[in-house]
């Protein structure tokens, strides 16, 4: 089993940037692809970026060129979000992927950006 835990949400103006961390616990980390998604008010929970074992990474088109996902293969993966708008206001959770292992969630962090 793996346990996630998110931090460095918060408030943020309008093309501002926040660092989301996720430290996991448990499990092997680097067996897992790992991976951040979002949930804003009254709409589905969406991905955001993802990133393999090997590094290789794939981003939602809406935050291409903003958000960067990093890992350090120890215990935790990131978020860099830079240049935030107001769409970008969510709950952003954690996620940590294998296929034979599971499927695991944080309780999620709440970013808001203020136009």
């Known amino acids: 089993q793996v346990q996630l835990v998110e931090s460095g949400g918060g408030l943020v103006q309008a093309g501002g940037s926040l660092r989301l961390s996720c430290a996991a616990s448990?499990?092997?980390?680097?067996?897992?692809?790992m991976g951040w998604y979002r949930q804003a008010p009254g709409k589905q929970r969406e991905l955001v970026a993802v990133i393999t074992n090997n590094g290789g990474t794939n981003y939602a088109d809406s935050v291409k060129g903003r958000f960067t996902i990093s890992r350090d293969n120890v215990k935790k993966a990131y978020l860099q979000m830079n240049s935030l708008k107001p769409e970008d206001t969510a709950v952003y959770y954690c996620?940590?992927?294998?296929?034979?292992?599971?499927?695991?969630w944080g309780r999620g962090t709440q970013v808001t950006v203020s136009s």
């Open positions: 448990g499990s092997i980390f680097s067996s897992y692809v």
């Open positions: 996620n940590a992927r294998n296929p034979a292992l599971g499927s695991y």
